[in-house]
């Protein structure tokens, strides 16, 4: 079973940045897609950027311009580079890959965007 551990939240200041982590138990990130999701206070879970197997990444409107989705397939890591933080961005985020038709899920990591 496919176990995925975010790490790099906490508290920011607007405008500034932050990079999570999403580090795999075994290597699964070059081959099948990755995602990061996130939960803001209240709200529900929602997608905010993909890497497909081939490299291809896909972001949320909200986060287009702001944050990078990235892989090192050695390290068997996905990354979220956020910048420009706004206090919207608060959440907790996910890291999922879905492979073979099931999703895997991180426990989470929250990221406080305030003043």
């Known amino acids: 079973q496919v176990q995925l551990v975010e790490s790099g939240g906490g508290l920011v200041q607007p405008g500034g940045s932050l990079r999570l982590s999403c580090a795999a138990s075994e290597s699964i990130f070059s081959t099948y897609a990755t995602a990061w999701y996130r939960q803001p206070p209240g709200k529900q879970r929602e997608l905010v950027a993909v890497?497909?197997?081939?490299?291809?990444?896909n972001y949320a409107d909200s986060v287009k311009g702001r944050f990078t989705i990235s892989r090192d397939n050695a390290k068997n890591t996905v990354y979220l580079q956020m910048n420009s933080l706004k206090s919207e961005d608060t959440a907790v985020y996910y890291c999922?890959?879905?492979?073979?038709?099931?999703?895997?899920w991180g426990k989470g990591i929250l990221v406080t965007v305030s003043s």
């Open positions: 999922k890959v879905r492979k073979y038709g099931m999703d895997y």
């Open positions: 890497i497909i197997s081939g490299g291809s990444t």
